[in-house]
């Protein structure tokens, strides 16, 4: 069989750098792997002999897109370590923040990087001369979203209100009071987009995934709750490490997560759609089960509808914690400098964020580690690219391409946060 070599020089909607290589020998696949060149930032590193209060503002810098998880991750772990819990109304407002860059992440990934992918186009900027009205609606529901984020943490990139224990100053209801408007019309605009959304044409493709997300009793996860799986896990967060490595592979710069016993998982949306429906608010599922989602759903395409429903669910979650918020006494919780261990998880709109922090008497950090989502889907990601490789050989080659892209676009990877790169070969030997 002659050789035969994809390549894409710019994959420009996925954040960071990483190539596919794909090989065949007589119509057989031998090898698929999805390579990440982007040289690690050593935030870990950086963190060690700093004061556990900067590890929000620190950490935050991780991501542009979704800065609020990392510092939530980080305030939760810090508060741990001192054995320390933040009450009701600083909780709620936290979980408010948190919504606002579901909004906004969610609102960018579905409307400009994702969707132009199946409805043909090659990126938002041509899509939008045949559906500008869509476009707008997308880019008015990101601005909603990072207007909540900039009232509620003082700024919409890398936050600078969020500390441990709380925040350092509080809004006031008649500012928060001041985005009702607008957050019930991005309510009414993502319970439209989902049954847009659910109208494209939908690659027939699934696997036997094991989804992993947080689990609330009583609300959709957000800061808190136990780490579950679509197979049988049920763990408190303080053991994820117990489940959960990561690992070097030859051919990538980036970790991989994987269970201990070796098999990959997929964290994010469709997991926590899977294994949280029940906890999505009645306008959120009523526009699911509309969009003809149900549970398991388990085509990663489907993905950007689940997307759609969650956006839907975090203008509602947002209008109704603003409707029954409460300013508090003080904006913060006074937490000790004490020596301990305290580990979060957290759900960033890409999956489960995972910190752990040593912390020492001086309230030093003595030791890191950081487990963002999109190392837990590399793997996830990759398996699926493989069983996706025989139909790619089979297809014309600008097909076959775009159908890799958009197969790990499923994932709304954030690589490192920096820039945008795919090289994709297919050798067949």
């Known amino acids: ?81 001192a054995d320390v819990q933040v009450p009701g109304p600083l909780r709620d407002l936290r979980r408010l923040l948190y919504c606002g860059e579901w909004i906004e992440s969610h609102a960018l990934h579905t409307f400009m990087l994702h969707a132009p992918d199946f409805l043909g186009y090659p990126d938002a900027v041509a899509m939008a001369q045949d559906h500008p009205e869509w476009v707008k609606r997308g880019l008015r529901m990101k601005k909603t979203g990072n207007a909540l984020v900039t009232l509620v943490g003082g700024r919409e990139i890398h936050p600078v209100n969020v500390r441990v224990g709380g925040f350092y100053r509080l809004p006031s209801q008649q500012d928060l009071h001041g985005l009702v408007a607008e957050l019930e019309w991005g309510r009414d605009a993502a319970r439209a987009s989902v049954a847009w959304m659910a109208g494209f044409d939908f690659p027939d493709f699934e696997r036997d995934y094991e989804f992993v997300a947080l689990r609330h009793p009583g609300e959709y996860a957000l800061n808190e709750g136990r780490i579950v799986s679509s197979k049988g896990l049920d763990s408190a967060v303080a053991d994820y490490e117990a489940h959960f490595e990561e690992e070097h592979v030859e ?4 970790l991989q997560s994987r269970r201990k016993d070796g098999g990959d998982y997929m964290c994010g949306p469709l997991a926590r759609f899977n294994l949280n429906f029940d906890r999505l608010s009645p306008p959120a599922q009523e526009a699911a089960r509309a969009a003809g989602l149900a549970v398991p759903c388990k085509n990663p395409f489907r993905g950007l509808v689940v997307r759609a429903v969650e956006m839907l669910w975090a203008f509602d979650e947002a209008l109704r914690l603003i409707a029954a918020w409460e300013p508090p006494e003080h904006p913060y919780v006074e937490v000790p400098a004490r020596a301990g261990r305290g580990c979060a998880c957290t759900e960033a709109p890409r999956g489960i964020l995972y910190h752990r922090y040593d912390v020492d008497d001086a309230g030093l950090i003595q030791e890191v580690k950081i487990v963002p989502p999109t190392a837990q889907n590399l793997k996830c990601i990759e398996a699926d690219l493989w069983r996706m490789a025989p139909e790619l050989a089979a297809m014309a080659l600008e097909d076959a391409t775009l159908r890799a892209e958009q197969a790990v676009r499923n994932y709304d990877p954030c690589i490192s946060c920096a820039t945008h790169f795919l090289r994709l070969d297919i050798v067949r030997e």
């Open 1 to 81: 069989m002659p050789h035969r070599t994809i390549k894409v020089d710019y994959l420009a909607r996925v954040e960071g750098e990483g190539g596919l290589t794909i090989r065949y020998r007589d119509d057989q696949v031998q090898d698929v792997k999805l390579r990440i060149f982007e040289p690690p930032r050593f935030f870990e590193a950086l963190l060690c002999g700093r004061s556990r209060l900067e590890a929000p503002d620190i950490t935050a810098r991780i991501c542009g897109i979704c800065p609020v998880a990392y510092q939530m991750s980080a305030c939760h772990a810090i508060e741990a370590a």
């Open 251 to 254: 051919h990538s710069n980036a």
